[in-house]
């Protein structure tokens, strides 16, 4: 029995997510300090890729540390071992396609942040500090052939980030989903932070896409079909 358990314990995917699921778990049932020397401990050991990724990683401990305060344990649990695991696994060099797997971790605190805010939890100044900073470890990580620039495409994309952020709190998306859809503030701030996103998301890939040359009409068409689509599901919500 021992020796399978050894066994399995090499599997790399399968420690990787023994280990954010367990880290996932301390952020509700231990203080937060035990689980932020916990996670130094998992992140910084071994000691591989840890600059790379340490906007992504403090991003991550603030808000496990915010949604230990508003999250139910179940949803905590499952939020932040998927965020632990894409971190983790990212860092370690655990994924075939690196890029990718780091694009899925970029939206998801991306659209943890958004909800944070929608649901009083954060402040709007500390969102926008934490979209620059992960929109600058983005760039870097995506675009590496313009480092010089990755402060400057983070600023632009912070600022329309912020603005998109601020028009649809201005139209009171969650109050409109409630109103519309009938479901829990809960799952209305969740749906208006996943379509905040989305418009961003959209024009985020646009542009990664143009810089890295592999611009084609087709993917042209297809983003502006898609930004069709999210218009008018928006004027069909809020009208």
Same mark, same amino acid.
């Given at each position: 029995?021992?020796?399978?358990?050894?066994?399995?314990?090499?599997?790399?995917?399968?420690?990787?997510?023994?280990?954010?699921?367990?880290?996932?778990?301390?952020?509700?049932?231990?203080?937060?300090?035990?689980?932020?020397?916990?996670?130094?401990?998992?992140?910084?050991?071994?000691?591989?890729?840890?600059?790379?990724?340490?906007?992504?990683?403090?991003?991550?401990?603030?808000?496990?540390?915010?949604?230990?305060?508003?999250?139910?344990?179940?949803?905590?649990?499952?939020?932040?071992?998927?965020?632990?695991?894409?971190?983790?696994?990212?860092?370690?060099?655990?994924?075939?396609?690196?890029?990718?797997?780091?694009?899925?971790?970029?939206?998801?605190?991306?659209?943890? #942040?958004?909800? #944070?805010?929608?649901?009083?939890?954060?402040?709007?100044?500390?969102?926008?500090?934490?979209?620059?900073?992960?929109?600058?470890?983005?760039?870097?990580?995506?675009?590496?052939?313009?480092?010089?620039?990755?402060?400057?495409?983070?600023?632009?994309?912070?600022?329309?980030?912020?603005?998109?952020?601020?028009?649809?709190?201005?139209?009171?998306?969650?109050?409109?989903?409630?109103?519309?859809?009938?479901?829990?503030?809960?799952?209305?701030?969740?749906?208006?932070?996943?379509?905040?996103? #989305?418009?961003?998301?959209?024009?985020?890939?646009?542009?990664?896409?143009?810089?890295? #040359?592999?611009?084609?009409?087709?993917?042209?068409?297809?983003?502006?079909?898609?930004?069709?689509?999210?218009?008018?599901?928006?004027?069909?919500?809020?009208?």
């Amino acid at each position: 029995m021992a020796e399978r358990l050894k066994s399995v314990w090499k599997i790399p995917k399968l420690r990787l997510g023994v280990k954010a699921a367990c880290l996932a778990a301390s952020f509700f049932y231990l203080p937060f300090w035990v689980s932020a020397l916990l996670a130094c401990f998992l992140y910084f050991y071994p000691a591989l890729n840890t600059e790379k990724l340490l906007a992504s990683f403090l991003s991550s401990l603030f808000l496990g540390f915010v949604f230990s305060e508003i999250m139910s344990a179940a949803d905590l649990w499952l939020v932040s071992s998927v965020i632990f695991y894409l971190l983790l696994g990212v860092k370690d060099m655990v994924f075939l396609n690196q890029k990718s797997v780091y694009g899925l971790l970029f939206s998801v605190l991306m659209v943890a #942040g958004f909800f #944070g805010v929608l649901s009083g939890a954060i402040s709007p100044w500390i969102l926008a500090l934490l979209v620059f900073i992960l929109f600058r470890e983005f760039f870097s990580i995506i675009l590496p052939s313009y480092p010089k620039r990755a402060k400057l495409f983070a600023a632009a994309m912070a600022l329309i980030s912020f603005q998109v952020f601020w028009i649809c709190s201005w139209f009171d998306f969650p109050q409109i989903l409630m109103a519309r859809l009938w479901i829990s503030p809960e799952k209305a701030d969740m749906l208006s932070a996943l379509m905040i996103f #989305g418009w961003i998301g959209l024009g985020l890939n646009l542009l990664t896409i143009s810089l890295n #040359g592999r611009i084609r009409p087709k993917i042209v068409f297809g983003h502006l079909a898609a930004m069709a689509v999210l218009i008018g599901l928006t004027l069909v919500l809020v009208f």
